[in-house]
């Protein structure tokens, strides 16, 4: 719900944000449908953390050690 804000304004005839089709089908108690663009969200967020995770590892292993520091890891 935080995310409709700022991005409401990007909703056009020609694009549908994952986050609109949610909101929308809360509104008209499409449940079903909600939950699974919310699950699709939840997957996406997860596996940029997962990208993320790793690539902090390859950089601590290489040769810069200090990068995971920096980013609080």
């Not at 804000?5 to 944000?17: E, G, N, P, R, Y």
């Not at 997957?43 to 390859?58: D, E, G, H, P, Q």
């Amino acid at each position: 719900m935080t995310a409709i804000s700022a991005t409401i304004f990007l909703v056009s005839l020609d694009w549908s944000l994952v986050t609109v089709r949610i909101l929308e089908g809360i509104t008209n108690l499409e449940l079903g449908q909600a939950s699974a663009f919310s699950m699709v969200v939840n997957r996406a967020r997860l596996l940029a953390v997962f990208v993320a995770s790793l690539a902090m590892r390859r950089l601590n292993a290489g040769s810069l050690g200090q990068a995971g520091t920096l980013l609080g890891g």
